[in-house]
């Protein structure tokens, strides 16, 4: 149990330092520069949750080249179940409400509900939580938790500039799925490791898919348009990486 309460606690831990720098940094940043950093994080997150799933099941092929195909698959996926199914839109419609309200309620500093919202949608309901919390419960390996944490931190010192101390609610919806997800994923694989590996893998691969759902939910386009520098860009830092 201990082992469990120090690996949750590293994401809220990373965002309320995000949030103690955002409420202390002394400049405004432009819309534009949210709108583009919020992207670029979510396509990265994106594309590191695919890189993931493609190291367990083709060590021996180009990370690099395959889970760049792979990610592209997800968002041209993701695209047309936007564009035909009720259901994805559904999905993706939690990132639009969420945006929605925090653009409507920027000059008043938006409200509990609404930080509770975009803690769900774009901290919680991530490929990262899902994977970070899987490899954890199964190997008790923490570095997805510190990569999420970092992503995180970057994400809610934006959104602080907005929601000022209220951006600390984020917190709430991370640390209980966390836990919840932790304790599934544990009582899976101590049945059986093929077992745990194997949802390990499955977990990683749908959540590439929700992601793009909430990549385009963001934007409410269905297209992929904006999305290309950003998971460029996640190419080239992976490469250096």
Known sequence: MIEIIEGITINPAA???????GIFYPKDIPQKTQN?????????????????VIYEALASFSHFLISSIFCWLCLILGAALFRRSPVPQKI???????????ISQAKKHGTWETT?????????????????????????????????????LLGVFVFTRTLKIKAIAVIFPVIIL?????????????????TGMTTVGLVIAYLCLHSSLILLGWNKTGTLFSYVPALFLALIVDSIW
């Open 92 to 102: 993706s419609a939690l990132a639009h409400t969420a945006k929605t309200r925090f």
């Open 36 to 52: 583009w950093i919020h992207t670029l994080l979510a396509a990265f997150i994106l594309y590191i949750a695919g890189r993931i």
């Open 116 to 152: 509770l919202l975009i803690g769900t949608a774009f901290f919680s309901l991530t490929p990262l939580t899902f994977a970070a919390s899987a490899l954890f419960g199964c190997y008790a390996d923490p570095r997805l938790f510190i990569a999420k944490g970092v992503m995180d």
């Open 15 to 21: 965002i309320l330092l995000g949030i103690l720098i």
């Open 178 to 194: 966390q836990f919840i997800l932790v304790q599934l994923f544990g009582c899976i694989a101590s049945t059986h490791i093929t």
